[in-house]
């Protein structure tokens, strides 16, 4: 019995009330245009001209359900009075036909359908609702010094003075709420099936939830590939200059010159990247490709290490999405090379061929274990390199190169370029 009660006893069962009787009254300045029809056919009966206007009314109500602004409200409204979960509705290019988003789509239906049967639950729910909270009031015979009575159709239910009356009154305050309770549970029903969303929706949201998740992956490669590089490379520029800088302070001012201006550079990346990240509006996205290698193998030069370049071909010839990617490829090779080399010289080739683009990084392994020296390691670079070569439908080999070296080795079709 408590569990019945309940509902009755939360503001959320009221509020959902007072937003079907709120939709009934917004639908009253349309009925001074659903008589016209009635008034311009005074011959008909009574009856007739009675239903006409209902139609006409329910017409004009259908009518403003068919404008999107109007469902957008209405999912607001729903989800703040109802406390219903509700998406909005995804933007798009209005498509016609039978299975399309035009005015023959049946989901478009839908919100004319939902206003429809919001306005008649509140109209009814209300007046049903008004009828026994005065009869609630009144019923207690004698309490203003005067009798009261419920006739509804020439029924009269004339209850005796004292506990009945009251009794009744009581029955009938509760029976208000209880209609309450019933109209918002209704529209509670209603509103996921009428203003949630339709299955095209449904397809648009997950392919909107598919690419936003695609960008932030696309980001977090390019945070783990450029800035993961620059902190490798800036941590042994560091130590380097701390070791020259009594012995050689010229090299050490150059090599903290090179720190200052690949920390520069990382900044530039994780500004873009923070900025996507917030929805703001992004500056231009930071490009770089194989036209930057000879500066990215300086700055490993800056940081102690010996690169030993191989290219050949015409670089120019790679460009757009091709060569951004083969930038970040080796970017991520080197990165290895530093953290896990044993600073012997790092083998580096690019080949441009009409067929395809090879590249490879190759370094001598160095030791392992976790030593103060150590870089720690996340494990996502190389299944992240393998996914963009995968994506460029490219080959990929990483792994021991002879007895004590270490080989990454990609191959992507040239004809690939943006």
Known sequence: ??????????????????FAYCGALASLPLLPFATLPALAWPSAPVGVRYVLTLLVWAVLIGVIGLARTTRRVL???????????LPDPVGGRRRAGPTGDGPASPDRLRTPLWLLLHVALGWAG??????????????????????????????????????PSWVAALGCVLSAA????????????????????????RLALAAERELR??????????????????????TIQAAVAGEMLSADPVAARATLRSIEESARSALEDLDY???????????????????????????????????????SGELALVQGTLSRAAYRILQ????????????????????????????????????????PGAFPTSGHGLPGLAERVRLLHGEI?????????????????????A
């Open 1 to 18: 019995m408590i569990r019945g009660i309940r509902p009755l006893l939360r503001g959320s069962t009221y509020s959902g009330a007072l």
């Open 75 to 85: 999912i607001a409204c729903a989800r703040r009075m109802l406390g219903v979960p």
């Open 126 to 163: 209300a007046q049903v609702a008004i009828a026994l909270l005065i009869a609630g009031l009144l019923l207690p015979g004698g309490w203003a010094g005067a009798e009261a009575g419920l006739s509804v159709n020439g029924w009269t239910v004339r209850p005796e003075s004292g506990w």
């Open 178 to 201: 209880a209609l309450c309770a019933a109209v918002t549970s209704a529209l509670r029903w209603l509103a996921p099936r009428l203003l949630g969303p339709s299955s095209a929706e």
């Open 213 to 234: 998740l695609a960008e932030r992956n696309r980001l977090a490669h390019e945070l783990h590939d450029s800035i993961g590089h620059t902190l490798t490379a800036t």
């Open 273 to 311: 990247v923070l900025g996507v990240l917030r929805e703001e509006k992004a500056e231009t996205a930071p490009t770089r490709t194989l036209a930057d290698l000879p500066e990215l193998l300086d700055r490993l030069r800056h940081a102690g290490a010996v690169v030993e370049p191989e290219l």
């Open 332 to 371: 991520e090779g080197l990165t290895n090379a530093l953290r896990h080399g044993s600073g012997a010289p790092i083998e580096v080739r690019v080949a441009v061929a009409p067929d395809g683009l090879e590249l490879s990084v190759v370094n001598r392994t160095g030791a392992t274990g976790a030593g």
């Open 397 to 417: 080999e990483a792994g021991p190169y002879g007895p004590r070296h270490w080989r990454l080795a990609v191959r992507l079709p040239v004809r690939l370029h």
